[in-house]
């Protein structure tokens, strides 16, 4: 059984009181803190400033996982590597420059992930799967994390079938992450289709229906039924 890494999306937590909420994840026992770095254009959100997430490195010992979502995505990669993100993802469909930021980010020591929004095809990996060490699909378009009526894209599951199909066939050790309303309801799937790295937020890990301890064992019980293990 594959082992599911939790990456808790730390925009869904409480802002407004960070640290203790960095201290609730580190109590879950999530893996990583998954960072969304936003520029108000590529999403229309931004929760998050840059001297925020530095200010984060001071509380907590949780890897950063640093999803950068942005139009100039060399300046914000740039600026993870350079407070020490230990992984950093970019979008391609605003790369003119793949293989550059893939390179930026080896130099730097740091894991690197390519993203796909959810109409992206898988194509765009041909020459560059086998460089990086994690492809995040969105599964839903990019926005408001809270956005409680948007849906994952009715071709999620296979979506990340067919990519742990290419992953497999060429033997790599890729991670396929998720992002995108990864919910109780969709994680046995998700992880059936090959997903191994969940990004949790306001539909799972974040849950107002539970503690983070309580969401978290639900989260267990939901990957177990995926055959997942934690």
Known sequence: ????QYAASIMCADLANLEGSIAEVEAAGADVLHVDVLDGRFSPSMPLGLETI???????????DAHVMTTDNELFVTEMLELGAESVTFHVETT??????????????AKVGVALNPATSLSVLEFVLPLVDSVCLMLINPGYATNASEQQVPYAAEKVSRLR????????????QVDGRVSFATV???????????????????????SLAENRARLDACVAAGGGTR
């Open 165 to 176: 199909g290419l992953v497999d066939e060429q033997g790599l050790a890729t991670a396929v």
């Open 188 to 210: 046995p799937g998700l992880v059936r289709a090959g997903a191994t790295s969940l990004v949790l937020g306001s539909t799972s890990l974040f849950s107002k229906d539970g």
């Open 96 to 109: 003119l420059h793949v293989d550059r930021l893939i390179g930026l980010a080896r130099s730097a020591g």
């Open 1 to 4: 059984m594959a082992r599911i």
């Open 54 to 64: 530095r200010r984060m490195r001071d509380v907590t010992s949780l890897p950063f």
